[in-house]
């Protein structure tokens, strides 16, 4: 009966001590500071990211400290074009376009992936890229002829007209006659046709007068 009494007593004591120590770790850890998540900087974007030929990227830099840098474009082909870069101190920004004679003086001109880099010496501190398409997206339209919002002052059933939109792949802008060098044309059984612009369809037009009723 004693031998079992004092062993329950320091069962007892044991079990209070374990209970101290678990208190005191549990306080320490709600004590001890958290250290805050900072999200990397990007030191060199390029925006945007997919243009079409004969489009501009802005390419943005963030110097991570001061000294020499260069801003390096480079093309498909591996072609490069570079600006120089030198901050005094670390987040100084500068930005350049690439694309046109004010810029790096490169144009878009190849289909494929522009890598960028930031370098100090041959060292790449940061890299980005972009992508350039020469894709277009195309729908048509087809209208016919007569006395209806489209056409005015003729019969209906004479003609009939495809409407043809002509947008960007990258950014769905449109492709209108004032695009510089744009040909839109059709086949028809007769053969070739360019398309002509319609202001008031806003859209390019090929006119078809075909013996239906």
Known sequence: MNVMVIMDSVSSRMGRLALSALLLVSMLALMAPLTPASAQTQVITATPGFINLGMTTTIAVTAPGAGSYSIVVQKPSGAESSLPFNPTAAGQTTTAVFGNASG?????NLVGTYNVFLL?????????????????????????GGTCDYVSGVARGAKIFAHISVVYASNG?????NTA???VSGTLPTGKVVASWDSFAKAFEIGVSPNWN
Not at 173 to 177: A, E, Q, V
């Open 104 to 108: 790096f003086g490169g144009t878009v």
């Open 120 to 144: 100090q010496g041959t060292a790449v501190v940061g890299s980005t890229s972009f992508y350039a398409t020469n894709k277009l997206l195309i729908s048509f339209l087809m209208v016919t």
């Open 173 to 177: 802008g449109p492709w209108t006659n």
């Open 181 to 183: 060098g744009w040909a």
